[in-house]
């Protein structure tokens, strides 16, 4: 399996016996070593890092409890909503939400996420535009979109809207720029790019085992003409307030909140 930047190796098991979920844990693993071309382990007796020594491998996917985390040496890459509960509820008390506003969504609205991640954008993405709206995100590591897929299909809570939004949101395994130059052209409404940060804004096991998976490259100027091309009305970017990566990429419209340290870059079409 390759990303941007080189070989990801892994191996995908259970937990120990005698835990909860044991013959879906087993589908899971199956499954997911079928769709990855990953060695199905055993679990036995092993520890998790027992099992990533024995085999060589960068990380270990775990079936746990119905769904998958990523054990890396950074930390578990696990499928959570982040935030966008919070913001999906101040959407529906009328409150407004940065993205939103950046990409201009409205119901009916057609998105293409260009950087997966967590999933936390593309469920705010998807509850703005709605069940007649769609949300294809795209995630450049193999491992990274296994996980998350995963939990925004199978993940269980008391927030139906969230819920329903995660549901509808298809993800693919692909490169940004790949995907884009197979796209026709006025194809989406919106592109929206989230990059991996140069710096991060803060450091977390999760996050820190994200960024060891992650495509680190830096988004290309012929990415972003690919966007502009594919997108109808609208390319964005977010980033850090004041970087470099705006002028570099020919951002020149900048939003977000005045106290946020982050921040839109707005091309309109």
Sequence with gaps: MRTGEGEISAIVTTVRRGQRYTEANRALA?????QLGIPNVPRGSDSLEELRAAYGVDAVLVA????LTAVTNEGELFFHPGMSHLRIKNL???HGDHLVSALGLTEGM????????????????????????SVTALEANPL???????????????????HAAMRRISVHHADALSFLRG???????????????????????GMNALRTLADMRALTEETVAEACR????????KERQGSAEFERLGFTRITGGKYSRIAYGVMEL
């Design 30 to 34: 199956a499954r997911t070593a079928q």
């Design 64 to 67: 746990r409890r119905g769904l």
């Design 92 to 94: 529906l008390l009328g």
């Design 110 to 133: 057609h998105v293409l996420d260009g950087t997966l991640g967590t999933g936390a954008d593309a469920i705010v993405e998807s509850f703005a535009v709605g069940e007649t709206g």
């Design 144 to 162: 990274i979109a296994a996980v998350i897929a995963d939990g925004l299909a199978h993940a269980t809570g008391d927030n139906y809207e969230m």
């Design 183 to 205: 796209a026709k052209a006025h194809s989406v409404d919106v592109v929206y790019f989230d990059p991996m940060f140069r710096r991060p804004l803060h450091e977390s096991a």
């Design 230 to 237: 594919v997108a109808r009305r609208r390319v964005v970017m």
